[in-house]
């Protein structure tokens, strides 16, 4: 393999890795995450019956990835608008504290009552 080859190489794994890495960043403006909503009144109805607490956790640790109205920004897996008719309560709790399938963990992060308020409010959402 020739030098010039290398860092051809070289230079598209390090644009895979940005991109990898800037997915869970702020949106561009005009652009359509995956489910669309980003109106006032579809964050509205998606934040309906979420306490302050939760609203606060919401926003300071999922809405980077799961968008302002439970949209998903970084894939359709990362909708919550349905998630309490996919996943139970436990499931919802478990997922957020331990994390997986490109989901960070946030038990080190967030409070117990935190996760358990946020899984409660999730799992309405069918």
């Known amino acids: 393999m020739s030098l010039l080859s290398k ?5 598209a794994a ?5 991109g990898a890495l800037a997915g869970c960043g702020a949106p561009k403006q005009g652009s359509e995450p995956f489910g669309g909503g980003k109106t006032a009144t579809g964050q509205a109805e998606a934040m309906a019956g979420a306490s302050e607490q939760v609203q606060s956790v919401y ?3 999922c ?6 109205s439970l949209e998903g920004k970084v894939g359709p897996s ?3 608008q349905k998630v309490g008719g996919r996943m139970t309560k ?11 399938n490109g989901m960070p963990g946030f038990g080190g992060k967030l409070k117990q009552e935190d996760v358990d308020a946020l899984a409660s409010w999730l799992a309405e959402k069918k």
């Open 63 to 68: 809405m980077s990835c799961h968008g302002n």
């Open 14 to 18: 390090s644009l895979l890795i940005v």
């Open 78 to 80: 990362t909708n919550l």
């Open 90 to 100: 436990e499931q919802i709790a478990k997922q957020i504290t331990n994390g997986g």
């Open 7 to 11: 860092g051809v190489g070289l230079a």
């Open 59 to 61: 926003k300071q640790s």
